[in-house]
């Protein structure tokens, strides 16, 4: 995942812990090993080798599941989560890299080239065929999440109740520890001028937050996150810090990137539509920290802090 993974758990047996979070661990790599963009053997990466190919090909259930859960995302957000751009990741990845902009051609072809359309899903058969050749698959904006997940999920079913997975800032949660109403959790709240941080506490649910903090290039002025719209193939320009609660940890993931590139209205009627999901948004317009949550969103903020 090219991330630090974390786990946290409050277990009575200290012998079962330890032994817990070691198979927790291995459940990592395992999954790491299947969807990975950066390893050539991945499952993901050898599946990306047979776009065009006009063939179906059989995959493991883990990547069957990811898969059906990422084109739902796609639908139910209008493409604004993608995991076909993987050809735009690349051109905007080497970019920050050496400091310049992509070759206009190479984005526009990458740009027609993607398309959650194209991905064809045989789920009787549990094998899947991708139309259009050229297509990297990359799914950045919901592994991480579905990793911490299926970590919190395993934990639970070994018997530990009190669980939290930490997938490179990406969190699932069980139960709260001991004597605590719930897992604490840093947010930026955006307070005035600026961005505060203050505290979520979380049992039982999964957050994600998504902006272009860290990973940006910057270029005559003008600001490109990392973060793509499939629509235009370029990195978004406004600066947004998003963050999502859901009931699980790739709901979070993808939800935080689709509402970072989506309209402020149209992330919130999103959120909206996906039970048991809240959201907060901080966007900087004209030097000005502008905020906007959903009606639930609050219920999750510690007051004194």
Known sequence: MGSPFIILLYASDSAKAAQTASKAYQLVD??????????????????????GDNQFHSVSPAMEDILKKSVSASEKSDGAYDITVGQLVKLWR??????????LKSLTIARQNAGFHQIILDTINHRVKI???E???DLGGIAKGYIAQKVVD???????????????????????PPGKTGWSVGVNV??????MQKL?????????????????????????????????????????????IAPDGATAD????????????????????????????????????????????????????
């Not at 395993?154 to 709260?176: E, M, Y």
Request: charged share 20%; hydrophobic share 35%; net charge positive.
């Open 30 to 51: 395992s999954l790491n090993v299947i969807y990975s963009d950066y390893l050539p053997n991945s499952e993901l990466s050898l599946l990306s080798k047979t776009a």
């Open 190 to 195: 955006p307070n005035s001028e600026e961005l």
């Open 154 to 176: 395993f934990v639970k079913n070994s018997g530990i109740q009190s669980v939290l997975a930490d997938a490179g800032g990406d969190l699932a949660t069980g139960t709260a």
């Open 135 to 137: 297509i990297l698959l």
């Open 94 to 103: 080497k970019a920050r890299k050496e400091k310049q902009f992509p070759e």
């Open 131 to 133: 139309n259009k050749p």
């Open 254 to 305: 993808w939800l935080a990137t689709a509402c970072s590139i989506l309209p402020v209205k149209k992330s919130l009627k999103l959120i909206r539509s996906v039970r048991g999901c809240e959201l907060l948004i901080a966007e900087i317009r004209d030097g000005k920290i502008l905020k906007w949550q959903s009606e639930g969103f609050g219920s999750y903020l510690n007051p004194e802090n």
């Open 200 to 244: 979520v506490f979380l049992q039982n649910k999964a957050i994600a937050t998504s902006g272009d903090m860290y990973q940006y290039l910057e270029l005559n002025g003008k600001r490109y996150s990392h973060i793509i719209d499939p629509k235009t193939g370029l990195g978004l320009t406004h600066q947004r810090n998003v963050t999502v």
